[in-house]
């Protein structure tokens, strides 16, 4: 956007001085200006130099008027690359559960230390449908260490959600998918107590409390019992 604003700023001040070389009269100062022209020092001395033609013959003013409205069209130089789409997460990524474990530290339910959870528990039957929170890009469909069977969509904007613990998934690496699409089913594979989703929320690459865009259905973050577990 910036270079599109000096641009019109080189462009207007080439299309005043053409009228400036074709109508000498319209470059008189007007009344309103009069006392900034007052304040500048007085000239003295000869003025030397050569006069260049700012005119612009009819085949310029073409060139340089269309190369305007293109950048005034859309605010992007010619070639730039289109801006990003981000779709940030919104909703629960599975119906009828409970919050069997928050974000943050807590008693690991099975390697038994204080540890830092990095996502949500939500436990709930095995085999219960597991959705997309926003539109993105599966960048990981897959066993995962201790997550068990996985899935990392990319939402951009370094943006992404992890689905971890499936039983299986029912997407690949590559797909785009939309909010509310199917993307696996309930499980406990990987480092888990009993059947739940392992439920992140990363921004850069850090992870955040994915409680408060689950809000839309309050219901599903009342605790209970159910299967647990992690990556730490």
């Known amino acids: 956007m910036a270079s599109a604003r000096s641009f019109k700023a080189v462009l207007c001040t080439a299309f005043a001085s053409a009228a400036i070389a074709a109508s000498p009269a319209a470059a008189t100062t007007t009344e309103d200006s009069a006392p900034a022209a007052a304040s500048a020092a007085p ?18 003013f073409r060139t ?32 009828g ?4 474990s928050g ?19 939500l ?4 085999g219960t449908p597991v959705y997309a929170t926003a539109d993105g890009t599966v960048e990981m469909a897959q066993w995962f260490s201790s997550y068990g069977k996985y899935v990392q ?19 690949n690496p590559g797909d785009r998918v939309q909010k509310g ?18 439920y992140e929320i990363r921004i850069a690459g850090v992870a955040v409390d ?6 839309t259905n309050q219901y599903a973050l009342n605790e209970g019992e159910g299967g647990m577990g992690g990556d730490d």
């Open 103 to 121: 974000y943050g530290m807590r008693n690991h339910p099975v390697l038994r230390k204080r540890a830092n959870h990095k996502g949500v528990d």
């Open 123 to 126: 436990a709930g039957a095995r």
């Open 43 to 60: 000239v003295t001395g000869a003025v030397t130099g050569t006069i260049t033609d700012t005119r612009l013959d009819s085949g310029q």
């Open 97 to 100: 559960v409970r919050l069997s």
């Open 181 to 198: 699409e199917l993307i696996g089913y309930i499980g406990s594979t990987g480092r888990s107590t009993g059947p739940h989703l392992h």
């Open 210 to 215: 994915p409680t408060p865009y689950m809000i």
């Open 153 to 171: 969509i990319d939402h951009g904007g370094d943006v992404e959600t992890r689905y971890a613990h499936l039983s299986r998934y029912t997407v």
């Open 64 to 95: 340089l008027f269309g190369e305007w409205k293109q950048h005034d069209g859309d605010g992007a130089l010619p070639g730039s690359a289109p801006a990003e789409t981000v779709s940030m997460p919104q909703g629960m990524p599975v119906e």
